[in-house]
């Protein structure tokens, strides 16, 4: 019986070879990681950037201001994100081959941060 670390490295391997697949037939390959809390979104994202030196993006950077947090936003899943600023500042760009350059949110001051790059 396998231990639970190495079923999950396991699991990384499936993964690492499907995204080096792609890189052979592909310039970019786009990742995206969905889970509830505490189920390893991060941990994979840091093992994924360890591997392949690539840009993460975390929703929690996109959450929306307080302005935009309507109920009837909030009763849509995933709607407390601002998926529109996400789009525009992260996805545009990103498809173009551009800078991505983003304003983290701010849970402490519920506000936009400087950009970054």
């Known amino acids: 019986m396998q231990s639970e670390q190495g079923n999950e490295n396991n699991k990384f391997q499936e993964l690492y070879k499907h995204i080096d697949k792609l890189l052979k037939e592909k310039e970019r390959v786009i990742v995206v990681i969905e889970g509830g809390s505490a189920s390893g979104k991060t941990t994979l994202a840091e093992e994924l950037n360890q591997r392949y030196h690539c840009n993460i993006f975390h929703m929690d950077d ?53 950009p970054q790059k």
């Open 62 to 114: 996109f959450f929306l201001r307080p302005a935009q947090r309507t109920q009837e936003r909030l009763e849509e899943p995933g709607g407390n994100v601002d998926r529109e600023r996400f789009y525009e500042e992260v996805v545009i760009p990103l498809s173009k081959g551009g800078i991505i350059n983003y304003s983290r949110f701010d849970c402490s001051t519920l506000s936009l941060l400087p």
